[in-house]
């Protein structure tokens, strides 16, 4: 069973275009985020879930709307897509906010391409 | 700000060698995490270090660390092709309290040449 899977695994979308990404933990975790892995590797985060709220927003631009239907589960959502967009985009999770370990598990990410 | 600062960036081995990946971090933290990612791939968590002093060992792989110095290493011993990788420490930036998310450092990629 994959703890954190996230659909699609490749995207490629032309610019203007609005498009979702899913995913889903089966690990009874509280706390989701999104990473954005750019194409030198580095990894970001955007977005921190914990139990359906808002923790973090990083600067990201309002394009980016997460939202959580419940704690299992984190979607991404992107408005009038950029060429700049194109990245691999990471779901996560770990246990709940005050946890001694918050150690990160992830999905198997999200190629995006903008052309 | 948090910044997370590994080095090297590139690490090029011949297999049977030893060598140290550092991670150097900017604030006071307790929790310090290694990650590995082949290409193509997901992150693969390989060690969770929560205090001062923790050394974890997996294989070829040891990470050890010093929270006074804001110092983690990741050792490798005898190394062999398989251990090629780009390989991440993450720091968790809240000292006793936590929001969760974890600030990476820029990876170190490292191929293991026979």
């Known amino acids: 069973d994959t703890a954190v899977s996230q659909t699609p695994k490749y995207l490629v979308t032309q610019m203007g275009n609005d498009k979702s990404i899913k995913c889903e933990q089966n690990?009874?975790?509280?706390?989701m985020y999104w990473y954005k892995q750019d194409s030198k590797k580095f990894l970001k985060i955007m977005f921190s879930?914990?139990?359906?709220?808002?923790?973090i927003n990083e600067t990201v631009p309002n394009r980016f709307s997460p939202k959580s239907p419940d704690k299992a589960h984190l979607n991404l959502h992107i408005n009038s897509l950029e060429l700049g967009d194109s990245a691999v985009y990471f779901c996560?999770?770990?246990?709940?906010?005050?946890?001694?370990?918050?150690?990160?598990?992830f999905g198997q990410g999200t190629r995006l391409t903008v052309v | 700000e948090l910044k997370v600062e590994q080095n090297p960036l590139f690490l090029s081995m011949q297999e049977g060698k030893n060598y140290t990946i550092y991670c150097n971090y900017s604030?006071?933290?307790?929790?310090l995490y290694w990650y590995r990612q082949d290409p193509g791939k997901s992150l693969e968590s390989l060690f969770v270090?929560?205090?001062?002093?923790a050394v974890k060992q997996e294989g070829r792989l040891m990470a050890s660390l010093d929270t006074k110095a804001r110092l983690s290493t990741l050792h490798i011993t005898a190394a062999v092709h398989d251990l090629s990788a780009t390989y991440f420490c993450?720091?968790?930036?809240?000292?006793?309290?936590?929001?969760?998310?974890?600030?990476f450092g820029k990876g170190t990629k490292l191929s293991v040449k026979p």
């Open positions: 879930y914990n139990n359906k709220e808002l923790i």
């Open positions: 993450a720091v968790d930036p809240y000292y006793g309290g936590s929001q969760g998310n974890l600030i």
């Open positions: 604030t006071t933290s307790d929790r």
């Open positions: 270090l929560l205090s001062n002093g």
């Open positions: 996560a999770s770990s246990q709940a906010l005050g946890a001694m370990n918050t150690e990160a598990f």
């Open positions: 690990l009874g975790h509280d706390t």
